[in-house]
């Protein structure tokens, strides 16, 4: 058994504690949370389960990791916090553990990485003999292994489109949604999200990775992006109110270019209600799904709807990322230490998992 530690216990953390206890390789050994208020509560609590785990959650990240863990999945923030989270997975690393993590979006694809980045990573696996593998859902396996492996069904292919399109009101992360995407901010304040050159930092990684699969050259990468204002106010079940005249609606792509042409591209359609913006398009059920076109002979198009916790669509991309992560540990565990991206490690089937009791 691999011993396993779960750093941080919000959205992605919870997910992440329930695929650890439900992987046959690894062994859940320890919690570290960030709030006061959770500290020495039970992790099977923590994480929603109807069961306790028998693994007290603490604030010592460095007895954590003098202990020399195996492997660690670091589930806490990188959106507002990037040196932080940086700062947190080089420790680990460097204390000898192979690390997943969806939080620092620039070390997707590492090959491309900034220096700032991918050079402290490096120097800390040098120092412990660590890995880091960084992916997610969007960016991650919603346009770096789907795309690629439907694209081997095509006879010709012309291009290639990424949508998530995603009611951003079951997203219970009020920074992310409020401040970096600007739902409920003034039509006046362009959000973070959309600042020239971001949407390229986050989500040309997976643009670069699609390419170097697809074994062309990138002419460059391009943004275009659109906003509309809800009409009326709205008040939602998760993320309160917002008002009539405030942005309700983002759409915003990041292209491949590849002889002049938008190849490869990642679109985001994203509200915090359906009545806004009803004419771009929208998931199957209103709440949120990830789509993969694939134009060409034949033409494939896959839609992709995930759900936990009571139904939620947000819920289950954040356990579709975690699964991803968690059950890439046992691979990297035997693997060299290093920087690895999705094209390095391989996804796999469940195996030991099918028919296993749900935590």
């Given at each position: 058994m691999i011993p396993t530690v779960v750093w941080g216990t919000g959205n992605v953390g919870r997910a992440a504690i329930r695929a650890v206890e439900a992987h046959p390789a690894l062994v859940l050994t320890a919690v570290i949370v960030h709030n006061p208020g959770k500290v020495g509560r039970d992790a099977g609590e923590l994480a929603g389960l109807e069961r306790r785990l028998g693994v007290a959650a603490t604030d010592d990240a460095a007895a954590v990791l003098a202990a020399r863990p195996?492997?660690?999945?670091y589930a806490a923030s990188g959106d507002v916090r990037p040196d932080d989270a940086l700062t947190d997975i080089t420790r680990a690393i460097a204390a000898g553990a192979v690390v997943v993590s969806p939080a620092l979006y620039p070390l997707y694809d590492h090959r491309g990485a900034p220096p700032e980045f991918r050079d402290p990573v490096l120097a800390a696996v040098a120092e412990g003999g660590g890995s880091l593998f960084a992916s997610g859902v969007d960016p991650g396996w919603g346009n770096d292994v789907l795309p690629l492996l439907l694209s081997g069904l095509g006879s010709t292919v012309?291009?290639?489109?990424?949508?998530?399109?995603?009611?951003?009101?079951?997203?219970d992360q009020p920074?992310?949604?409020?401040?970096?995407v600007g739902m409920g901010q003034p039509m006046d304040q362009e959000p973070m999200m959309l600042v020239p050159?971001?949407?390229t930092m986050v989500w040309g990684g997976q643009i670069r990775m699609m390419s170097r699969a697809l074994g062309v050259e990138l002419d460059e990468i391009r943004e275009t992006s659109e906003r509309r204002?809800?009409?009326?106010?709205?008040?939602?079940?998760t993320m309160g109110e917002f008002e009539a005249g405030t942005q309700g609606a983002i759409r915003f792509e990041v292209q491949g270019i590849v002889e002049g042409e938008p190849r490869i591209v990642i679109e985001h359609v994203t509200r915090i209600h359906p009545s806004c913006a009803p004419d771009w398009p929208t998931p199957p059920d209103g709440s949120g799904a990830h789509r993969v076109v694939i134009e060409g002979r034949p033409r494939i198009e896959v839609t992709v709807e995930c759900s936990d916790e009571d139904d939620n669509r947000s819920a289950g991309g954040n356990a579709t990322a975690v699964g991803r992560l968690v059950g890439a540990i046992d691979w990297l565990v035997e693997a060299e230490p290093g920087l690895y991206d999705a094209l390095d490690v391989p996804l796999r089937p469940a195996v030991g998992k099918l028919g296993r009791k749900q935590p």
């Open positions: 195996a492997a660690v999945v012309d291009a290639i489109r990424c949508q998530e399109i995603f009611d951003y009101s079951t997203y920074d992310s949604v409020r401040h970096l050159s971001v949407p204002a809800l009409d009326t106010t709205v008040t939602t079940r």
